[in-house]
């Protein structure tokens, strides 16, 4: 795929400033008779730190323009239509008799008028689930393991603040995810009945339905749910559980001793409910994805896409049952499938240059979704049972500062590794910058607002985003061959797709630098150990001493799969720091708690005690490290974000221009 850039020579990559007042769009909702469809819109506050997302109505046919519907101070999200078309929605007003509220449920009628908080919890309403052709709600909220009423979970709540204490007593594990510790309060499920009342699906629940999949039933008398459950060695695994909504009564449907389940999707005529079964990895073998179906008649799952060697991501039905819809990684992109659910037959039905996600089916066998690509960010889309694209008018698309290719190179065992590459405008060979995409399970293939490639094309690099081994959407034996051994053909793959896009006419070899985040990162420290051929490395929320971090990252249960002791110590790239002679900008935040913060304070220490370029005796040294104190692994606020850009621009244009890095002031 080739595309221009379009318009004049100044695009909002140009300036930051510019980049981020550009508005996100996030989410999907389509009402069950197809009528109404609404996504939420994400811009920058008048003070540039924080993006507010309200609702905006779109053309169910994609010809009038988008109206915005909601103007909440706080912003409202995680759209979700009625059965009678009403629309819910999570939003926290502040009010003179509360300044600080929780999140709560609200709903603005589809017949017109004001919206109304419909639900609230003293522990925040965290989602809402409504059914397609019945008035069943189900909610998620969070409640103190010893709370025994909403009232007396309040009552505690309030305790713990007046007092101002922050303990966490914990039993089990794990104890923090991402970004956040875990507790004091446990994720439940609560049914609302038509008064707003709440009762309780899940009492004592534990850890089992946080961050659960959920999905209920189209007459809203069950539910499924993932469930974890306890494995050993202060493991988790998922199971999925049926509850049903009068009564409580709740039972395993689905429990394989082998894999995690996920993405619940309950049949249109509620008999049998299809999910993802992710196979529990060893050291010797990485998961696999396949689609099942468990049919509600006591028959065993079936699976139904063994011999496809993709991965889904992500399964809905269509509305009337007669298919399952589901996406997939493809070489760089993301299309649409249709699975038959009786022989497991698998159709394309849109594959194009775009990565689709929030697929949601209306009547007639319409879908909803978005689309994105590296030329597009994020943006609804018809999509006609005969496959054709219709774009609904929502926000306005940039123009970009350059062009994408596609290029591809061949591995030292044969296999080709494709990668994108962005070209700046200039005709003039540009530096080369190659990216590394963190997972290590995924791929270049849509949008990133956060790893944005068009800001560095807009600085003048050409920026090259290649799919090495262990990355998705090229069978199963692409990821097997770069499982247990990160630094063998991912290394040599990342080499030689650089080696390709440094033959490219309009990039200039001489001149090259690396760069990558969390898995990317940790290729970034490989590459600095085992090359000299770039002028300059930035590694983010990088993996330094592979010991050390398998035991301390938020969910070390599931890296002890893969990483034993000698994997650790065959592939860990702190046993490499003498041989580093590039500088490297370090950049971590200290809310990171999938790689934790000590991977970069001792890859920080040795590479200025211990490296093969080290601190002068006077304390000076080439090598910088950019600090978040509040940031997570993404580096999210938006001005944070934009000192990131600064900083990784700063550094490339020290070591790649030779030009003086302009710092950004603000950071003193």
Not at 582 to 596: A, C, E, Q
Not at 607 to 613: E, K, M, T
Request: net charge negative; proline share 8%.
């Amino acid at each position: 795929m080739t595309s221009a850039a379009k318009g004049p020579a100044a695009t909002p990559f140009h300036d930051l400033d510019d980049f981020f007042a550009l508005p996100r769009v996030a989410g999907l909702a389509v009402s069950p008779d197809g009528s109404r469809v609404v996504t939420t819109v994400a811009q920058l506050n008048d003070k540039k730190t924080e993006f507010r997302s309200a609702l905006w109505e779109l053309d169910a046919r994609g010809r009038n323009p988008a109206r915005r519907i909601t103007h909440g101070v706080k912003g409202e999200s995680a759209p979700r239509f009625t059965a009678d078309n009403d629309l819910l929605f999570l939003a926290v007003r502040p009010s003179a008799e509360d300044e600080k509220p929780s999140r709560a449920l609200w709903r603005l009628p589809a017949a017109g008028g004001e919206a109304h908080e419909l639900s609230a919890c003293p522990g925040g309403v965290d989602a809402a689930l409504p059914a397609r052709t019945a008035s069943a709600l189900v909610i998620g909220t969070s409640m103190l393991p010893r709370a025994e009423t909403l009232e007396d979970d309040e009552r505690r709540r309030a305790l713990r603040k007046d007092n101002d204490v922050s303990a966490l007593l914990h039993t089990g594990y794990p104890v923090r995810h991402w970004d956040h510790d875990l507790g004091p309060g446990h994720a439940h499920l609560f049914c609302a009945d038509g008064a707003g009342e709440l009762r309780d699906l899940t009492p004592d629940p534990g850890d089992a339905v946080r961050d659960a999949d959920v999905d209920l039933s189209g007459d809203g008398t069950f539910l499924v749910t993932t469930w974890r459950v306890p494995a050993p060695r202060a493991a988790q695994r998922t199971v999925l559980t049926r509850i049903d909504l009068a009564t409580g009564e709740r039972h395993t449907v689905v429990d394989d001793p082998d894999a995690d389940l996920a993405a619940p999707a309950v049949a249109p005529d509620g008999r049998a409910v299809a999910y993802l079964r992710e196979t529990l990895s060893t050291p010797h073998e990485a998961p696999r994805i396949t689609l099942w179906l468990k049919r509600f008649d006591g028959s065993a799952p079936i699976e139904l896409t063994g011999g496809w060697d993709r991965w889904p991501t992500s399964v809905t039905w269509s509305q009337d049952g007669a298919a399952l819809i589901v996406t997939a990684d493809e070489h760089g992109r993301g299309p649409i499938f249709t699975v038959d659910p009786e022989s497991g037959t698998v159709r394309p039905l849109v594959a194009d240059d775009h990565t689709y996600t929030d697929v949601c089916p209306a009547p007639g066998g319409v879908l909803y979704a978005l689309r994105s690509s590296y030329t597009e960010p994020p943006h609804p889309v018809r999509i006609d049972p005969d496959g054709s694209v219709t774009v609904l008018p929502c926000v306005d698309l940039p123009d970009l500062p350059g062009t994408l290719t596609e290029v591809t190179a061949k591995a030292p065992d044969g296999r080709v590794v494709r990668s994108w590459l962005v070209l700046p405008e200039s005709a003039t060979p540009a530096p080369l910058l190659l990216w590394v995409h963190g997972g290590p399970l995924g791929s270049w293939n849509s949008w990133h607002w956060r790893w944005n490639p068009w800001v560095m094309a807009a600085a003048g690099y050409a920026v090259l985003l290649p799919d090495p081994a262990l990355s998705t959407g090229y069978g199963q034996e692409f990821i097997q061959i770069g499982w247990g051994s990160w630094g063998a053909a991912p290394y040599t793959d990342l080499m030689a797709a650089t080696d390709a896009a440094c033959a490219h006419p309009r990039v200039d070899a001489t001149r090259t630098a690396a760069m990558g985040g969390s898995f990317g990162g940790y290729m970034a420290n490989w590459i600095a150990g085992h090359t000299d051929r770039f002028a300059a490395i930035i590694t983010h929320a990088s993996l330094w001493a592979l010991d050390q971090f398998g035991p301390t990252t938020d969910s070390a249960y599931w890296w002890a799969r893969e990483m034993t002791p000698e994997m650790a110590a065959a592939n860990s790239p702190h046993r490499f720091v003498g041989d580093i002679a590039t500088p490297m900008l370090v950049i971590h935040g200290d809310k990171d708690y999938r790689v934790p913060i000590g991977e970069a304070l001792r890859l920080w220490y040795e590479l200025l005690s211990a490296s093969g370029l080290p601190a002068a005796d006077d304390g000076t040294t080439v090598h910088r490290f950019l600090y978040f104190p509040s940031e997570n692994h993404w580096v999210l606020h938006p001005q944070h974000a934009k000192l990131w850009y600064q900083s990784v621009l700063a550094f490339l244009s020290d070591h790649l221009l030779d030009e003086d890095g302009n710092w950004p002031e603000m950071l003193g």
